[in-house]
C-alpha cells in the first residue's frame, strides 16, 4: 500500500532519529510527573534521589575547581576519600559543571532521571537491532528492558537504574565485530570505530558505579575469554586472524581503557576499606538480602498494573525493595515464545535460554536449595570486589535483559511472518487485511508498555534551612543520624559547606564521637569535644528532633557557655566561636 510503503522509506532513511526522538518522549511519559516540578520534587523519596543529586553536583564542582581533591567530599567531615564511602555515579559528574546550588542539583538529577530511562530504550533497541531483531521486535524490547517493573523498586536509585551503557556498549561491540545471533560472524561488516566507541561507552558506564558496573565488566571479561577461544580456533583452523589488526588495536586500546576506568574506581573503594575496615561487607549481608524464588513473579508497590494485585505477596518479602523482581509478565510470556519461535539460530536461543537459567540462579542468592555456593556465594567468595555486592537481586538486569533479546526474535518472527501472509491471505479486502494484522502485531508493544505505567511517589525536598546559609562552617546539622542525613547532604550543595552529616551502610569513627559527644548539646562537655572536632556552627532543625536523642535541645540553656544561638525562619543557629 502507498501509505505503508511511504511509512517505510521514512523509517528506513530516518530510523534511529525517530528512535531517539521516540525514546525521549517516551521517557518523559514512562517517568510522568517526574518533569512536572523537577526543582522541588524528586522520584521515588527524599532520601537516596537527594544523597545522588549533592553527588553529582559535588564531582562537577570539584573537577572545575579542586580536582585533586575529587574523592574528599564536604560531608562525613573530617573524614578523607568520603565521596567513595558509597556506590558512586562519577560518571555524570560533567553534568554537575552545569548550574550550582540546590535549585540546580534538583532539576539536573531529575533530567538525568528521565534521560537514564531513555538511553536504556534506545540501548536496548540498538543491541538487538545489531542483533538481527525486526524494528518493532527491537521496540517491544527497549520498552520491556528500560521500563521493567521491577525497576520501579529502585526509583531513587540512580547507580542501579543507569544501565543503558550496558546495552549500548555491547551493541557497539557486536557492530564493530560484524556478529548478530541472525546471521553470525561476517568479517566484512567489521568496523574498528564502533568497536573502540563500545569500549568507550562501557568504560563510561562502569564510572556509574561498582553496583551494576562490577558485574558488568566480569560479563565483558568473559566475553572477550569467549571470543578470544573462538577466534584463536578459527585462526588455527584457517591458518590467518579471523579480523584484521585495526580491529585488534581497536579492541585492545579500548580493552585499556575500560580497564583502567575499572581499577580506577576498584582502587577508589579498596582505600575506603583500608581506612574504614567496618566497610568491608560479610556474606551474611547478602545472605539477608537474598530474593526468594517467588520474588522473581512479585512487582513492587510503584508498578500501576501490577503493584496493588501483588500487595499480599509483597508482604511476604523479607525486603521487597530488592525482592521485588518482576521482569514482566509479558516479557516472561514473549521470552518464552522465543525460545521456540524466533528469528535467531537455534543454538544462540538454546545459549540465550542457558543465560536466563544462570542468571536467575545467581538472582536467588544463598536462598537456592544448596544454599548458593555453587552460585552467587561461589563468586562472593572467588572474584574480587563481588563480595560488596550484597543484594543478589540486583543480577534480575541480566535476566531481563537475556529475555528481551529473547522476546525480540519472538516479535521478529511475527512480524516477518506477517509481512509474507498480508498480501494472498484471502477473506478480507486489502487495506482491511493490511490494518487488522498490523494492529495484532502491535499487541506485545501494547503490553509492555502497559506494565511499564508507575505510580512512583514525587515527594517536595525539604526546604533549604535559613541558618545554613549564614552558618560558619564546619558545621553540624541536628538532629544526626539516619536517612534525615540525606536531604542534609542535599543542602550543602548551596557552597558545599564542610559538615560531619552524611549516611553510608557504615559509620565511620570521627561520625560516630561526633555524634556521641553533640547528645547533650548545648552543654559544657558537648560544646568543648565539638569545638576539638574543629566544628564551628551548629544548625538544629526543630521540626526533626522529635524521638531522636536531641528531643528538647532548643529548651536547654546556654548561659555561660560562649556560644552564641539564633531563631532564623524555623531554623536554630549556635555559633561556637
Given at each position: 500500500?502507498?501509505?505503508?510503503?511511504?511509512?517505510?522509506?521514512?523509517?528506513?532513511?530516518?530510523?534511529?532519529?525517530?528512535?531517539?526522538?521516540?525514546?525521549?518522549?517516551?521517557?518523559?511519559?514512562?517517568?510522568?510527573?517526574?518533569?512536572?516540578?523537577?526543582?522541588?520534587?524528586?522520584?521515588?523519596?527524599?532520601?537516596?534521589?537527594?544523597?545522588?543529586?549533592?553527588?553529582?553536583?559535588?564531582?562537577?564542582?570539584?573537577?572545575?575547581?579542586?580536582?585533586?581533591?575529587?574523592?574528599?567530599?564536604?560531608?562525613?567531615?573530617?573524614?578523607?576519600?568520603?565521596?567513595?564511602?558509597?556506590?558512586?555515579?562519577?560518571?555524570?559528574?560533567?553534568?554537575?559543571?552545569?548550574?550550582?546550588?540546590?535549585d540546580?542539583?534538583?532539576?539536573?538529577?531529575?533530567?538525568?532521571?528521565?534521560?537514564?530511562?531513555?538511553?536504556?530504550?534506545v540501548?536496548?533497541?540498538?543491541?538487538?537491532?545489531?542483533?538481527?531483531?525486526?524494528?518493532?521486535?527491537?521496540?517491544?524490547?527497549?520498552?520491556?528492558?528500560?521500563?521493567?517493573?521491577?525497576?520501579?523498586?529502585?526509583?531513587?536509585?540512580?547507580?542501579?537504574?543507569?544501565?543503558?551503557?550496558?546495552?549500548?556498549?555491547?551493541?557497539?561491540?557486536?557492530?564493530?565485530?560484524?556478529?548478530?545471533?541472525?546471521?553470525?560472524?561476517?568479517?566484512?561488516?567489521?568496523?574498528?570505530?564502533?568497536?573502540?566507541?563500545?569500549?568507550?561507552?562501557?568504560?563510561?558506564?562502569?564510572?556509574?558505579?561498582?553496583?551494576?558496573?562490577?558485574?558488568?565488566?566480569?560479563?565483558?571479561?568473559?566475553?572477550?575469554l569467549?571470543?578470544?577461544?573462538?577466534?584463536?580456533?578459527?585462526?588455527?583452523?584457517?591458518?590467518?586472524?579471523?579480523?584484521?589488526?585495526?580491529?585488534?588495536?581497536?579492541?585492545?586500546?579500548?580493552?585499556?581503557?575500560?580497564?583502567?576506568?575499572?581499577?580506577?574506581?576498584?582502587?577508589?573503594?579498596?582505600?575506603?576499606?583500608?581506612?574504614?575496615?567496618?566497610?568491608?561487607?560479610?556474606?551474611?549481608?547478602?545472605?539477608?538480602?537474598?530474593p526468594?524464588?517467588?520474588?522473581?513473579?512479585?512487582?513492587?508497590?510503584?508498578?500501576?498494573?501490577?503493584?496493588?494485585?501483588?500487595?499480599?505477596?509483597?508482604?511476604?518479602?523479607?525486603?521487597?525493595?530488592?525482592?521485588?523482581?518482576?521482569?514482566?509478565?509479558?516479557?516472561?510470556?514473549?521470552a518464552?515464545?522465543?525460545?521456540?519461535?524466533?528469528?535467531?539460530?537455534?543454538?544462540?536461543?538454546?545459549?540465550?535460554?542457558?543465560?536466563?537459567?544462570?542468571?536467575?540462579?545467581?538472582?536467588?542468592g544463598?536462598?537456592?536449595?544448596?544454599?548458593?555456593?555453587?552460585?552467587?556465594?561461589?563468586?562472593s567468595?572467588?572474584?574480587?570486589?563481588?563480595?560488596?555486592?550484597?543484594?543478589?537481586?540486583?543480577?534480575?538486569?541480566?535476566?531481563?535483559?537475556?529475555?528481551?533479546?529473547?522476546?525480540?526474535?519472538?516479535?521478529?518472527?511475527f512480524?516477518?511472518?506477517?509481512?509474507?501472509?498480508?498480501?494472498w491471505?484471502?477473506?478480507?479486502?486489502?487495506?482491511?487485511?493490511?490494518?487488522?494484522?498490523?494492529?495484532?502485531?502491535?499487541?506485545?508493544?501494547?503490553?509492555?508498555?502497559?506494565?511499564?505505567?508507575?505510580?512512583?511517589?514525587?515527594?517536595?525536598?525539604?526546604?533549604?534551612?535559613?541558618?545554613?546559609?549564614?552558618?560558619?562552617?564546619?558545621?553540624?546539622?541536628?538532629?544526626?543520624?539516619?536517612?534525615?542525613?540525606?536531604?542534609?547532604?542535599?543542602?550543602?550543595?548551596?557552597?558545599?559547606?564542610?559538615?560531619p552529616?552524611?549516611?553510608?551502610?557504615?559509620?565511620?569513627?570521627?561520625?560516630?564521637?561526633?555524634?556521641?559527644?553533640?547528645?547533650?548539646?548545648?552543654?559544657?562537655?558537648?560544646?568543648?569535644?565539638?569545638?576539638?572536632?574543629?566544628i564551628?556552627?551548629?544548625?538544629?532543625?526543630?521540626?526533626?528532633?522529635?524521638?531522636t536523642?536531641?528531643?528538647?535541645?532548643?529548651?536547654?540553656?546556654?548561659?555561660?557557655?560562649?556560644?552564641?544561638?539564633?531563631?532564623?525562619?524555623?531554623?536554630?543557629?549556635?555559633?561556637?566561636?
Amino acid at each position: 500500500m502507498p501509505a505503508a510503503g511511504a511509512l517505510r522509506r521514512v523509517w528506513a532513511r530516518r530510523e534511529w532519529i525517530l528512535v531517539v526522538l521516540g525514546g525521549l518522549a517516551l521517557a518523559v511519559a514512562l517517568t510522568w510527573p517526574t518533569m512536572r516540578d523537577p526543582r522541588h520534587t524528586v522520584p521515588g523519596d527524599i532520601g537516596d534521589p537527594a544523597m545522588f543529586a549533592w553527588q553529582i553536583a559535588w564531582a562537577g564542582q570539584a573537577l572545575l575547581h579542586n580536582p585533586m581533591h575529587l574523592w574528599d567530599s564536604n560531608t562525613f567531615y573530617p573524614e578523607p576519600h568520603s565521596l567513595a564511602f558509597t556506590d558512586t555515579v562519577l560518571g555524570y559528574a560533567p553534568l554537575g559543571m552545569i548550574g550550582s546550588g540546590m535549585d540546580d542539583a534538583v532539576l539536573r538529577y531529575n533530567i538525568l532521571y528521565v534521560l537514564l530511562h531513555a538511553l536504556a530504550f534506545v540501548g536496548a533497541y540498538a543491541l538487538t537491532r545489531q542483533l538481527g531483531a525486526h524494528p518493532l521486535g527491537a521496540l517491544v524490547a527497549g520498552v520491556a528492558w528500560a521500563y521493567a517493573p521491577w525497576r520501579l523498586a529502585h526509583a531513587g536509585h540512580l547507580n542501579v537504574l543507569s544501565t543503558g551503557g550496558i546495552a549500548l556498549a555491547l551493541a557497539m561491540l557486536a557492530r564493530g565485530h560484524g556478529w548478530s545471533l541472525r546471521r553470525g560472524h561476517r568479517p566484512e561488516k567489521h568496523r574498528p570505530g564502533w568497536a573502540l566507541a563500545g569500549w568507550l561507552v562501557a568504560a563510561w558506564q562502569i564510572t556509574l558505579g561498582l553496583a551494576i558496573g562490577l558485574a558488568f565488566a566480569y560479563v565483558m571479561i568473559a566475553i572477550c575469554l569467549i571470543a578470544a577461544a573462538c577466534y584463536g580456533w578459527v585462526w588455527w583452523r584457517r591458518g590467518r586472524p579471523a579480523f584484521g589488526r585495526r580491529l585488534l588495536i581497536a579492541d585492545l586500546v579500548g580493552g585499556a581503557v575500560f580497564g583502567g576506568a575499572t581499577l580506577y574506581l576498584g582502587i577508589a573503594f579498596s582505600r575506603v576499606v583500608e581506612l574504614h575496615p567496618q566497610a568491608d561487607r560479610s556474606l551474611a549481608w547478602t545472605e539477608m538480602y537474598s530474593p526468594p524464588w517467588r520474588g522473581l513473579f512479585v512487582a513492587p508497590e510503584g508498578s500501576w498494573l501490577w503493584g496493588e494485585r501483588h500487595t499480599t505477596a509483597r508482604a511476604d518479602l523479607f525486603w521487597p525493595p530488592e525482592m521485588a523482581l518482576l521482569p514482566g509478565v509479558a516479557l516472561i510470556a514473549l521470552a518464552t515464545m522465543g525460545v521456540f519461535f524466533s528469528v535467531f539460530r537455534l543454538r544462540h536461543r538454546v545459549l540465550l535460554t542457558l543465560g536466563v537459567a544462570v542468571t536467575a540462579v545467581l538472582a536467588l542468592g544463598a536462598t537456592l536449595p544448596w544454599g548458593g555456593d555453587p552460585g552467587y556465594l561461589t563468586l562472593s567468595k572467588h572474584l574480587p570486589g563481588w563480595a560488596a555486592l550484597r543484594t543478589s537481586g540486583r543480577m534480575v538486569l541480566w535476566l531481563s535483559l537475556l529475555m528481551a533479546v529473547l522476546a525480540a526474535g519472538a516479535v521478529s518472527a511475527f512480524a516477518v511472518r506477517a509481512r509474507a501472509f498480508a498480501p494472498w491471505r484471502p477473506g478480507l479486502p486489502a487495506r482491511g487485511k493490511f490494518v487488522v494484522i498490523r494492529l495484532v502485531l502491535l499487541v506485545p508493544l501494547v503490553l509492555v508498555i502497559a506494565e511499564s505505567v508507575n505510580k512512583t511517589e514525587h515527594p517536595e525536598v525539604p526546604r533549604y534551612p535559613a541558618a545554613m546559609a549564614v552558618a560558619p562552617e564546619p558545621t553540624l546539622v541536628l538532629p544526626s543520624g539516619g536517612t534525615l542525613e540525606m536531604p542534609i547532604m542535599l543542602w550543602t550543595t548551596n557552597g558545599f559547606p564542610r559538615v560531619p552529616n552524611g549516611i553510608v551502610t557504615f559509620e565511620p569513627e570521627s561520625q560516630k564521637r561526633i555524634r556521641a559527644s553533640s547528645a547533650t548539646f548545648p552543654d559544657a562537655a558537648s560544646v568543648a569535644a565539638l569545638r576539638a572536632e574543629g566544628i564551628k556552627s551548629v544548625v538544629v532543625m526543630p521540626g526533626w528532633l522529635g524521638d531522636t536523642p536531641w528531643q528538647g535541645l532548643p529548651d536547654r540553656p546556654i548561659d555561660g557557655l560562649g556560644i552564641t544561638r539564633q531563631d532564623i525562619d524555623g531554623s536554630i543557629l549556635y555559633r561556637l566561636e
